[in-house]
């Protein structure tokens, strides 16, 4: 069974950058997009960006756009999630989850979640 943790996460200067990671465990991810969503407490799970099997195909929500970059490395089982000029509102529990065939296939397996907050 595909088992996901992501790592990385932690506190951020306003302007700063983190790297998320992704490593799956229990099966091989690179068949399965890989997804990034983050939420607030007492809000919606929000998608943010999203990477097809080959890495030809990204997509990312207008909020990141320009700003993240999903990338994946399937020799090292592993997705990522680069995270330039950070801003307070982007503070979130950040989650990565693999889809079934397509960007806007169902979650099959999700990570549990790791808290980036962006704070002066």
């Known amino acids: 069974q595909l088992q996901l943790v992501e790592s990385g996460g932690g506190l951020v200067h306003p302007g700063g950058s983190l790297r998320l990671s992704c490593k799956a465990s229990?099966?091989?991810?690179?068949?399965?997009?890989i997804s990034w969503f983050r939420q607030v407490s007492g809000k919606e799970r929000e998608a943010v960006a999203c990477?097809?099997?080959?890495?030809?195909?990204?997509n990312y929500a207008p909020s990141v756009s320009g700003r993240f970059t999903i990338s994946r490395d399937n020799a090292k089982n592993t997705g990522y999630l680069q995270m330039h000029n950070l801003k307070p509102e982007d503070t979130a529990v950040y989650y990565c989850a693999a889809r079934d065939y397509y960007c806007s296939g169902q979650v099959v397996s999700w990570g549990q979640g790791i808290q980036v907050t962006v704070s002066s």
């Open positions: 990477i097809n099997p080959s890495s030809r195909i990204e």
């Open positions: 229990g099966s091989t991810l690179d068949n399965y997009p």
